[in-house]
């Protein structure tokens, strides 16, 4: 069983993925050309740097059971489960907030349960302490030899992992841009890039403290700053789950634009803040700019899309 587990080939993954030009004006017009790189087609069940972050994190773990942290409506979650139930391996979800324990599943966490995750439900307090001895070493006691991966399954391993996104790109040139939460693909991408390029980060969270996990990342993963990377935290709106009509309006009229699917928390994101960065000039007439597509909607699962004002 540990055998067959390690074999992530099996699962056929979409490597490298597709990189598709689009013809859209607001780039155009100020001589720059956009690219976007198709990590969304990589699998189906584990999509864009879902994969490209767990795959080395289960080879790891050796088929032991993989425990790992998320929110009630969280991708990293679905994804952790979905790669327990296709390779065989245990997997336990620790999940913020124990006032659900007693409620119906929603559609994400019920996904997790079909795909054979055991979620045990923690309240905030406990969670937001979940990297301390004290409470690693309480569910370890709880649920036995697991491996553990982080929130979003940023690490060293998956930051080494995401360098293959950055070497896939050495071709396209210019910027290469990735809209970021826990910052292990931003850490690996930008290592994994050419000379002569930059990766841009566009986190859809606030609060200012992406830079200091990227440089942290970095360090664990390849022992200091490699690859040229910055980010622009402009374009969260208010904060991770949380949209605006604006940017749902923007989203809407990209899908219609290009024919792709825009997921609504990462991506469209992203989309937004390159757009208007287009149009302030930020890019160099005659280059290129490279989206970064790492997830694709899941309207039954993404959970309530907050207004901006909301707390």
């Known amino acids: 069983m540990r055998d067959e587990a390690l074999d992530l080939s099996r699962l056929r993954p979409a490597l490298p993925s597709p990189l598709q030009p689009v013809e859209d004006e607001r780039f155009a017009r ?30 790891a773990a050796a088929g032991r059971t993989v425990l790992t942290f998320g929110g009630a409506y969280s991708n990293h979650l679905r994804a952790t489960a979905a790669a327990g139930r296709l390779l065989g391996f245990p997997t336990v979800g620790v999940v913020r907030g124990d006032e659900l324990a007693g409620r119906p599943l929603n559609p994400s966490l019920a996904r997790c349960a079909a795909d054979g995750m055991r979620l045990h439900f923690v309240d905030r307090a406990t969670y937001r302490a979940k990297t301390t ?14 491996a553990v991966v982080p929130e979003g399954g940023s690490n060293a391993l998956a930051a080494r ?9 050495r071709d396209a040139g210019g910027t290469v841009a990735v809209a970021c939460g826990t910052g292990g693909t931003l850490a690996g991408l930008a290592a994994g890039l050419g000379p002569g390029q930059r990766a841009l980060g566009v986190p859809v969270l ?7 996990a990227v440089r942290g990342l970095q360090q664990e993963a390849f022992g200091g700053p490699t690859g040229r990377w910055s980010l622009d935290e402009r374009f969260h709106f208010g904060g991770y789950a949380r949209t605006t009509p604006e940017l749902h309006a923007f989203a809407d009229a990209f899908e219609d634009r290009h024919g792709l699917p825009v997921e609504r928390l990462y991506v469209a994101k992203l989309l937004y803040g390159l757009t208007v960065l287009a149009g302030e000039g930020a890019f160099t007439p005659g280059s290129t700019v490279t989206a970064v597509i790492t997830g694709r909607p899941a309207p039954e699962a993404d959970g309530p899309q907050l207004p901006s004002d909301s707390r």
């Open 30 to 59: 100020h001589g720059v050309t956009l690219l976007l790189k198709r990590d969304d087609l990589i699998h189906p069940d584990l999509p864009g740097n879902k994969w490209r972050k767990l795959a080395p994190n289960i080879r």
């Open 133 to 146: 001895p004290g409470v690693l070493d309480g569910l370890l006691s709880l649920f036995g030899e697991c």
């Open 161 to 169: 992992g995401c360098t293959e996104l950055g070497r896939e790109l």
């Open 206 to 212: 606030r609060g200012g403290f992406l830079a200091g």
